[in-house]
């Protein structure tokens, strides 16, 4: 019995460290996601996009009145209009790091947000997978207790 459970748990570790491993290389790899949103009077929305060099990012805002402002990783702002009603901006990322749209809706109705951006995780997503990996290293090291001596 006890060998079943020593292979059982050294699977099992394996398992976490594979994952682990195969999702830290994940959270270092651009992948487009959308940027649908309704945002409603008097509200703000900041995106924040973890964008390598060549990376995209598409945005249409339709609607009620609003103040569309992007932001560079060093806070230059790349684009920056007021009192608008529809808007659409294009961007390829000329230098790394966390780019910043920010939308405030200052009319009375609505204003739809559409569109798309490549991003990464960040630092912190790192962690996940590292956790993954430290458990499955805990449960075999905890299996070897099990083997048959």
Do not use: C, H, W
């Not at 099992?12 to 491993?21: K, T």
């Amino acid at each position: 019995m006890s060998q079943k459970i020593f292979y059982a748990m050294i699977g099992a570790g394996a398992i976490f460290i594979a994952v682990g491993i195969a999702a830290a290389l994940y959270s270092g790899v651009a992948v487009t996601v959308p940027l649908d949103k309704t945002l409603g009077p008097g509200l703000t929305d900041e995106i924040t996009p973890e964008m390598d060099v060549g990376n995209t990012l598409s945005i249409r805002a339709l609607g009620s009145t609003f103040d569309f402002t992007v932001q560079d990783p060093d806070g230059n702002a790349l684009a920056s209009t007021k009192d608008q009603s529809d808007f659409s901006y294009n961007l390829t990322a000329d230098k790394a790091g966390e780019y910043t749209v920010t939308i405030k809706n200052t009319g009375t109705s609505d204003v739809e947000i559409t569109g798309t951006t490549q991003t990464k995780a960040g630092p912190l997503g790192f962690t996940g997978p590292m956790m993954l990996i430290i458990t499955g290293v805990i449960v075999a090291g905890i299996s070897l207790r099990f083997r048959q001596r």
